[in-house]
């Protein structure tokens, strides 16, 4: 059975950083693009970043571009998000998300991840 469980949200200041981890059980971590998602109170769930199987090929949304990091650990079957200079607008639950199939590329569509976990809260104070 597929499972991701995320963890690392907390309260933290405006300016500050955070550490998600996801951690997976249940597949092969190798071959499956991952990402992260995040939703607002009151907002659509919105793409925040993607990485391929191989780390190789990543994406960001243009809001977090410069302050996130993706990355991903295989032998952990573990994927991170390193937040630095986070903002008030940065609170939201995040949520990590795996691919259903193997494929290239770091995937940032919301309808082509096939596993999510629980999500984790995030909450920026200014």
């Known amino acids: 059975q597929v499972q991701l469980v995320e963890s690392g949200g907390r309260l933290v200041q405006a300016g500050g950083s955070l550490r998600l981890s996801c951690v997976a059980s249940g597949f092969t971590f190798v071959g499956y693009p991952m990402g992260w998602f995040r939703q607002a109170p009151g907002k659509e769930r919105e793409f925040v970043a993607a990485i391929s199987w191989s780390a190789s090929n990543i994406n960001y949304a243009e809001p977090v571009k410069g302050r996130f990091a993706i990355s991903r650990d295989s032998a952990k079957n573990t994927m991170y998000l390193q937040m630095n200079s986070l903002k008030p607008e940065d609170t939201a639950v995040y949520y990590c998300?795996?691919?259903?199939?193997?494929?290239?590329?770091?995937?940032?569509?919301?309808?082509?991840?096939?596993?999510w976990g629980q999500g984790t809260q995030v909450t920026v104070s200014s």
């Open positions: 998300a795996s691919r259903g199939t193997r494929t290239v590329g770091a995937t940032t569509s919301e309808s082509l991840y096939g596993y």
